[in-house]
């Protein structure tokens, strides 16, 4: 039986993706917009690490024209060769290397390089089976799930993981991993993508990490770190 305390929880997170989405706009699922190559996908956040979004874009894209031949070539490449294609994307060598090995662990337990094997599992397990993967976390597995195959979850990046905090939507000093938790119980499965997308846009427009812009805050009149301050 839910605790007065998580109904009301549950409350704030509905009235805080109905004032985000009132201010952004709302944001449904397109499966379209998403790469169904789930095995690029776990190599595109690997890019993703401590760069920009345009420079990790750019070195996938590099990263697959070096190596027409598909996610195979790229396996049985030297490692200077992978990290000669994604420089662009700054780490090139220490990625490279976690790119090499993870499509070699791929192709061991699976007897291909193919990660279609999640599309048969349910959320838990495919969880379980993603963050297996030496340097998979439970934020990489979670965007895999939910971007690449429109599963009901939801990845807290710093973003997330701030605006929840200072909202109120779970206890100061939860953890990311467990606020990945918490906020898909607090919202629920049909609108974990959207309640996702609208914490991401809300922390990077105006609940900076610096000097958030609370005057213009849709959610001045919820939020508990706001509140605090004055």
């Not at 874009?57 to 697959?64: D, E, I, M, P, T």
């Not at 996610?71 to 976690?98: C, F, P, Q, S, Y």
Request: proline share 4%.
């Amino acid at each position: 039986m839910r605790s007065e305390y998580d109904s009301q929880r549950s409350e704030k997170a509905g009235w805080v993706e109905t004032q985000l989405t009132a201010y952004y706009g709302p944001r449904p699922y397109d499966p379209k917009v998403f790469d169904q190559d789930l095995v690029g996908a776990l190599v595109a956040t690997i890019l993703s690490q401590h760069t920009s979004d345009l420079n990790s874009g750019r070195a996938y894209a590099q990263l697959k024209a070096a190596f027409p031949g598909g996610w195979d070539a790229v396996r049985e490449a030297r490692a200077d060769e992978i990290a000669g294609a994604i420089r662009n994307g700054g780490l090139a060598d220490t990625k490279a290397a976690r790119i090499k090995a993870l499509l070699g662990d791929i192709l061991e337990r699976n007897g291909s390089t193919s990660l279609d094997v999640l599309r048969q599992m349910d959320d838990a397990r495919a969880m379980e089976y993603l963050t297996s993967f030496h340097g998979v976390g439970p934020k990489t597995a979670a965007c895999v799930l939910m971007f690449n195959l429109g599963r009901p979850v939801i990845a807290v990046d710093t973003h997330v993981h701030r605006v929840s905090l200072r909202v109120g939507l779970v206890a100061p000093r939860t953890t990311a991993e467990r606020t990945q938790d918490e906020l898909l119980e607090l919202i629920g499965p049909d609108s974990a993508y959207s309640f996702h997308v609208h914490l991401i846009e809300h922390g990077r427009r105006l609940c900076h990490a610096g000097r958030p812009s609370c005057d213009r805050c849709p959610l001045a009149q919820g939020c508990d770190y706001l509140h605090e301050r004055q």
